[in-house]
């Protein structure tokens, strides 16, 4: 088994270093590593079997490492940095911030009417005016890690928060300046 991984990690490589380009090698590396496979595949029958036995959901593992650290160097190549993680959020964490993006929709909602006003008038104006700052400030930044004026570029995450998170913010930070005002005029 051992050889057959060598092996197959050997095929991801060759059927993606025919490509030139490294946007092409990406590409074909993710289709080696996630496509659907056909029935005769080795990968197929090696994920089947590493439902039922730890033994091959070593080697399934085994092979996916290979594969990701292939990965690893292609993007490297590109240009993308290879950083540290600033910090790994706990599950406890990641909750509460689940939990308070879940309350701050409940609260749009509220303040959009969609549901009646549970509280006075003024708490809405002022928790909209806090809501809104905040989505505003984090798509901003702290001018080093995150947000439109970061100086750390380069990294996965520094790609995302450019192109999706702090767009995401300003536009939530507006979206919901707009329904306060319209709500409160």
Known sequence: MGVYVILQKNNVIAASIIHAAADERIREVLTQMFGKTKRGDFMFYLRKLSLKDD????????????????MKEILIQKGMQQTVLLFKPSKIGTSIVAFLLALAAWFVLQLGGVAPFRFFHSFY?????????????RSIGDFKWVGFFKRKKGTVFAKWDTVLYSPLCFLLGTAILMIMLLRTA
């Open 55 to 70: 033994s091959y959901r070593a080697l399934l593992d085994e092979v996916e490492q290979m594969r990701m650290e292939f």
């Open 125 to 137: 104006s002022y928790g909209a005016g806090l809501l809104s700052s905040l989505f505003i400030l």
